[in-house]
């Protein structure tokens, strides 16, 4: 395999790991929801030129589809800027949001009925152990941090269950872009409700908006769909695993986050079960690829 897509998604897990970082330290001077909101409009207007340029315009009812999307996509990091608002053991909470790829299927199967596979729910009890390893190991114990790591992962399992869905057929930069504007929207609108901006914002705390607007999330979401399109989805998969990684990294020398011996067995749990679970598509991918 050319080793450029593989160095492309290595560099995109690295940036999602940083947008972490960059998040928690824009937060610092910035409302949440109005941080979201504001960065996902802006990434939003970033992305839509090139959907006019390179897809057809999406008919009402796609539109509609996406829209709902975008919903679940607002609901569930509106969720995660709460948790890291209030937490700073972002890697606990990074491996915790990884969960949501295992909560996937379920939704499919609610609401699509597709039924996961007997290999899917040999996976799931190691991650479950995993999180109860995460929980007992922090400061957290059953803290209010905890459950919004779980509600976003929840919810933003429902919101990859509806994308792949509507991805059949809704052209994806239309569809990422109609997301991004439905999360900048929602984030901006709870922002005027229930947030006061302060009186004024440092040029530090701009520094880390912009780094998250332009690094973590257009960048971020560039380089990732430029090795996407040169990687086997289970090779993809796995590679995007290293998120929490870094983030755990990150979090450990930024804000000192403590791991112990638990707190390791947990995350290897977790990791192992991602990788279980992915791993009959990457050896399923080496079965029929040509020699």
Do not use: D
């Not at 295992?102 to 152990?129: C, D, N, S, V």
């Not at 991805?167 to 239309?174: L, N, R």
């Not at 984030?187 to 440092?202: D, I």
Request: proline share 5%.
């Amino acid at each position: 395999m050319n080793r450029t897509p593989l160095l492309l998604m290595f560099f995109t897990t690295l940036l999602a790991g940083a947008g972490w970082l960059f998040s928690k330290e824009a937060i610092q001077g910035l409302p949440p929801a109005a941080f979201i909101g504001s960065r996902f409009l802006l990434a939003a207007l970033l992305l839509l030129p090139l959907a006019w340029l390179r897809e057809p315009a999406p008919n009402r009812g796609q539109v509609i589809r996406a829209a709902g999307c975008g919903i679940l996509l607002g609901t569930s990091l509106l969720l995660w800027v709460t948790a890291i608002s209030q937490s700073n053991a972002l890697g606990s909470g990074a491996f915790i949001m990884s969960v949501a790829t295992l909560m996937a299927p379920l939704a499919a199967w609610a609401a699509f009925k597709a039924r996961p596979g007997r290999h899917y729910w040999m996976t799931l009890p190691l991650a479950i152990a995993g999180l109860l390893l995460l929980s007992l190991s922090t400061h957290w114990g059953v803290s209010l941090s905890l459950l919004w790591f779980l509600a976003s992962a929840a919810t933003s399992g429902c919101q990859l269950a509806v994308h792949r869905h509507f991805a059949q057929t809704i052209a994806p930069t239309w569809l990422t872009c109609i997301q991004l504007a439905v999360t900048g929207v929602l984030g901006c609108g709870l922002s005027l409700l229930t947030e006061q901006w302060p009186q004024s914002v440092s040029i530090n705390i701009w520094g880390w908006f912009a780094a998250s607007v332009l690094i973590a999330t257009t960048l971020r979401y560039l380089l990732l769909t430029l090795s996407l399109s040169r990687l086997t989805t289970a090779h993809a998969a796995l590679l995007m695993l290293l998120e929490p990684v870094w983030t755990l990294v990150f979090s450990t020398i930024f804000y000192h986050e403590p791991i112990g011996g638990a707190k390791l067995a947990g995350v290897c749990l977790i990791l192992g079960a991602l990788v279980l679970y992915q791993l009959p598509l990457l050896l399923r991918g080496a079965r029929i690829r040509p020699r």
